[in-house]
């Protein structure tokens, strides 16, 4: 019986308790959960902005090791370490066989259900079903993920620096590599350098960028921020961002520019801070009856402005997972820099509060 952080309902605390956890069927896999980090997302389900089925086991960015094999499942032994990926990747589908995976049709319906591919979950308490969020489930000593949603890595790379890649690496990394189009030199600015923003200033480092402008409210932000590569840092509660950051590319905005806070404001500010002809991708999930003001004459036809949504970094979670593993290895991916608390699960909460003062890069919980 493995304890888990239950969302019960928008607005009330997560409750940890003891639940129950089926076998998993046929292309399923039961992981034993070694870290997860708690991401924005987690809070976002808890707090309404992200519309998730509830009551549901939080928890959506981990590692754990394989404990058993549902039938039909290949690639993956019991004893492999696996990071679990919130959009299980079919492969096949009308977007995987288009290179689009992170649209995966296969992995939208657990993701919109709450349940595994079939529509159903596998924890229970007294016999009710209890959902999932996102196929994963991971705030629990114990999981049943769809196969397709475990990637193996190297057993070398610690559990609570690999459960980050399942999340924030592979959005912000992606969402700089993938999503957008960063040539030799660029200015790029980030908005929101949280645990996944941070990882979009690495990640646009890594695509050749020029200037990388870090922007966010908490200097502990910006120290962070300037560690993981950005090259200028901009505090909007001391200075006019917009013209702070239009004076540093000379007068024109940046050619990419990223929002990863996921508030209307920002996501103006961010479209305001793209040069005429750059890009500007949307990261940070906002309300999901936000709205935003635009002027489409300017910023879309005179201006040439485009806007990329990105979804979990665009990636591949089958080729990024160990493409990110083997830079780490390497020393060319900071990811043991983005814990700033190991944590147990009894802590879920206070590391709610934790996110919502800033005070954290990533709290990891590690069940040892
Ligand atoms: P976080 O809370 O760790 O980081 C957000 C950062 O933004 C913090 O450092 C804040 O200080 C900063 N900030 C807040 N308000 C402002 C402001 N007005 N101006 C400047 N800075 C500000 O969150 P996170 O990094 O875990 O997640 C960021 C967003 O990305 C969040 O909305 C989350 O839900 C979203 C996300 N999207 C995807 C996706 O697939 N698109 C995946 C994962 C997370
Ligand atoms: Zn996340």
């Not at 990261?283 to 002027?295: K, L, Q, Y």
Request: hydrophobic share 45%; aromatic share 4%.
């Amino acid at each position: 019986m493995p304890k888990a952080a239950v969302c019960e309902a928008v607005g009330s605390p997560i409750s940890v308790q003891d639940v129950d956890l089926a076998d998993p069927k046929a292309g399923e896999v039961r992981i034993r959960t070694r870290a997860a980090g708690v991401c924005h997302s987690d809070l976002s389900v808890q707090n309404g902005t992200l519309l998730q089925p509830i009551p549901a086991v939080l928890g959506h960015e981990g590692a754990g090791v394989v404990e058993q094999i549902g039938d039909g499942v290949q690639g993956l032994e019991v004893g492999d370490h696996v990071v679990v990926s919130w959009v299980p990747q079919c492969g096949e589908c009308f977007f995987c066989s288009r290179s689009e995976p992170e649209l995966c049709e296969v992995g939208f319906e657990a993701l919109m259900t709450g349940g595994l591919l079939d529509g159903t979950a596998r924890f229970s308490r007294g016999g009710e079903p209890l959902l999932q969020m996102a196929a994963a489930g991971l705030f629990s000593e114990e999981t049943i993920v769809p196969a397709i949603g475990a990637v193996k890595i190297d057993q070398e790379i610690p559990f609570s620096s690999a459960a980050l890649i399942g999340c924030g690496v592979l959005t912000g990394f992606g969402a700089a590599v993938n999503t957008a189009d960063i040539a030799q030199g660029d200015n790029v600015v980030v908005l929101g350098c949280g645990g996944v923003g941070l990882n979009v200033i690495q990640g646009a480092n890594h695509a050749g960028a020029g200037r990388v402008i870090a922007v966010d409210m908490l200097d502990s932000k910006l120290d962070l921020a300037q560690q993981f590569g950005a090259t200028d840092i901009v505090n909007p509660t001391e200075v006019d961002a917009t013209q702070r950051v239009m004076e540093l590319t000379g007068g024109r905005g940046a050619d990419v520019a990223f929002e990863v806070i996921g508030l209307e404001a920002t996501i103006e500010q961010t479209l305001a801070m793209t040069r005429r002809g750059g890009q500007a991708v949307l990261v940070g999930v906002p309300d999901m009856e936000a709205t935003i003001e635009v002027n489409p004459s300017m910023e879309f036809l005179v201006g040439e402005k485009q806007v990329r949504g990105c979804w979990y970094g665009s990636s591949n979670t089958h080729h990024d997972v160990p493409m990110l593993a083997a830079l780490y290895k390497d020393g060319k991916l900071k990811l043991d820099e983005l814990v700033s608390a190991k944590i147990t699960l009894d802590e879920v909460n206070e590391a709610f509060t934790a996110i919502e003062n800033g005070a954290v890069a990533r709290s990891v919980i590690t069940f040892d």
